[in-house]
């Protein structure tokens, strides 16, 4: 897995190594649950990350990552419809998004799950409900250090 990619027109440099600024990265967060989706914003404003696009289904974000950039997407895996491993195999067949980090969000976290998703290519997982401390970890796997 390569290392973490600063994000682009938003990094600083300390020790010679360039640092996403957390007031500058854009995440999408991708979850059918209005709940969940006010606690990751929450959670990423405790990190400093103020610019969140939220999307409740697998269409709406498609449609955003269309017409936006984004460092990071946090995906819930169970939604209605098109679930989050449909769209992260969609997104890795995509050009434009086969590179985006993604951090699989999901309370499903049973051993024949996982493994199918980790040979779908997902590296991320996050546990629901979400912690900002578990977050903060992944983000920076996903996109370097923040600062």
């Known amino acids: 897995m390569p290392g973490p990619r600063p994000c682009p ?3 600083s440099i300390q020790k010679g190594r ?18 969940m ?3 990751h914003r929450y959670a990423f404003a405790q990190l400093g990350i103020k610019m969140v696009t939220e999307c409740t289904s697998a269409a709406a974000a498609l449609e955003a ?13 169970n939604m ?3 679930d989050g491993l449909t769209l992260f195999k969609m ?3 995509n050009p ?17 799950s996982v493994k199918t998703a980790i040979a ?3 590296r991320l997982f996050l546990k629901k409900p979400v912690a900002v401390k578990d977050l903060k970890i992944r983000v920076e796997a996903a996109i370097g250090k923040l600062t």
């Open 9 to 11: 027109g938003s990094i």
């Open 96 to 112: 434009k998004t086969a590179k985006l980090p993604i951090v699989m969000v999901t309370g499903n976290a049973e051993e024949h």
């Open 91 to 93: 997104l890795r067949g």
């Open 18 to 35: 360039a640092m996403p600024v957390a007031e500058s990265v854009r995440v999408i967060c991708v979850d059918d649950q209005e709940s």
């Open 120 to 122: 779908a290519g997902v």
């Open 65 to 77: 990552v269309r017409s936006s950039d984004f460092h990071l997407m946090t995906l819930d895996w």
């Open 80 to 82: 209605p419809g098109t």
């Open 37 to 39: 989706l006010r606690l």
